[in-house]
């Protein structure tokens, strides 16, 4: 006499197809929509480093205005910069007066190429992005520090700050 339930027995829950097959359509649409629904800037400024002694600590670089977050929505940093064959150390924060707030960021960035045996290559990016979960909405202020591979030659960085970006990796 048979015993027990089988390995290879048929499974007898076939309505639950239909219903996964639906979940899933609407979740790639609640995908979509929030995707198309877009992010809005709040900060782009273009920041110059100054030439440093080697060995000289970054001195930090603090933007004039203040940075208006409306809601709690989740935050996109992305620099940007005209680095060729070396790298770049970007550490921010952003710093709310009301009640102390502070939420810090680092940013490496890094671009490499050249040819080898006649052949092209590169490595890295010259741009840079990373997400900070919802802030409390507020006036933020914003101080950045950048390090150098190369701190005797000036460097420039673009730096973005956008809210309710999508962040495509949590789908």
Do not use: C
Request: aromatic letters at 12%; glycine letters at 8%; hydrophobic letters at 40%.
């Amino acid at each position: 006499d048979p015993q027990g339930v089988a390995p290879n027995q048929p499974f007898p829950h076939k309505w639950i197809y239909p219903l996964w097959f639906a979940f899933t359509a609407a979740l790639i649409v609640i995908a979509i929509v929030l995707g198309m629904r877009g992010s809005k800037k709040v900060f782009e400024k273009t920041f110059k480093m100054g030439a440093a002694a080697p060995g000289a600590e970054p001195v930090p670089i603090f933007a004039d205005e203040e940075i208006p977050f409306e809601s709690r929505r989740n935050v996109r940093i992305t620099a940007t910069t005209s680095l060729q064959n070396s790298w770049m150390h970007i550490s921010g924060q952003l710093f709310r007066d009301e009640d102390g707030l502070l939420q810090t960021f680092e940013l490496p960035v890094e671009y490499y190429s050249g040819t080898d045996g006649g052949e092209s290559w590169s490595e890295g990016s010259k741009t840079a992005s990373m997400y900070l979960s919802a802030l409390p909405p507020g006036k933020y202020k914003l101080g950045v520090s950048a390090d150098s591979e190369k701190p005797q030659a000036p460097e420039s960085f673009t730096l973005r700050i956008d809210e309710g970006a999508f962040h495509w990796t949590n789908f």
